[in-house]
């Protein structure tokens, strides 16, 4: 690799964690674990019916104990205990795989199953558990606590901090994201725009397959240690 590299940001979604056994959101079927996207994952859908976005979301955190992070998880996680530059783990997923393979310098842009959300004050609890609707925050004492998932229409997670990342890197990778989600989506114009070099892995060409310099297909369980064996080397 390009000893001009120093500094890293590293887009991660869906395709990343399908090896553990979590589904992706655009399946052929079109569905995610048998539901539209806009049955489960809308402010509307959290309003119109509460408890079904809550079971919804109770069963993917449920889940997460079923799965272990892959071969593509660790591979990043000892690109980032061993990146002497700066390094950034941008994920869109909701899931805690990144950190248990040892990741920290992650975010999660489009928040944590792992994590409540004060729907009044706003403040972020960690949770484990299921999340029955009505439960008080700790904070202002409303019954108005809600899974910590951003929801289409509403702003991901540190946006300023991923724009300022995203401007300063020498090279951009994106791993398994279909590419049909902004501002996600449009990292790698960003990062063409400074003159990075963009990578892309996954399984099939994306959306944006067409702005990446260079696209590597296959399983990222594969694709992602050979990268990081050649960025470390
Ligand atoms: P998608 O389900 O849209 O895309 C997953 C991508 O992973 C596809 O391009 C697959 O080809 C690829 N893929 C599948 N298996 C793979 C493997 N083993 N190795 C490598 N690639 C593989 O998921 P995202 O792009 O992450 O938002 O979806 C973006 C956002 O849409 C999600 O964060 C979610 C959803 O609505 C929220 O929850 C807010």
Not at 4 to 11: E, K, P, Y
Not at 40 to 51: F, G, K, N, Q, S
Not at 189 to 209: F, I
Request: net charge negative; with cysteine.
């Amino acid at each position: 690799m390009n000893p001009d590299i120093h500094n890293i940001v590293i887009l991660t979604g869906a395709g990343i964690s399908a090896e553990s056994g979590l589904a992706t959101f655009r399946g052929p079927d079109g569905l995610w674990e048998g539901h539209r996207v806009e049955d489960v994952c809308t402010p509307e859908a959290l309003a119109r019916d509460e408890a079904l976005v809550h079971r919804f979301y109770d069963e993917r955190r449920a889940k997460l104990a079923e799965v272990q992070p892959n071969a593509a998880h660790q591979a990043l996680a000892a690109l980032d205990a061993q990146w002497p530059g700066d390094l950034l783990i941008v994920t869109q997923n909701v899931d805690d795989l990144h950190e248990r393979a040892g990741a920290t310098r992650l975010i999660h842009m489009h928040g944590e199953l792992k994590s409540a959300l004060c729907a009044a004050c706003g403040k972020a609890v960690p949770w484990a558990a299921a999340l029955p609707p009505g439960t008080p925050c700790d904070g202002c004492r409303k019954p108005a606590l809600r899974p910590d998932i951003v929801f289409f229409g509403e702003m991901p997670y540190e946006m300023d901090r991923i724009d300022a990342a995203v401007r300063d890197a020498d090279l951009f990778v994106s791993i398994g994201t279909s590419g049909a989600v902004y501002p996600a989506a449009g990292f790698v114009q960003t990062a063409r725009h400074v003159g990075a070099r963009t990578l892309e892995l996954n399984l099939d060409p994306s959306a944006g397959s067409i702005y990446f310099h260079e696209t590597r297909l296959g399983p990222a369980s594969a694709l992602v240690p050979d990268l990081v064996r050649e960025l470390l080397a």
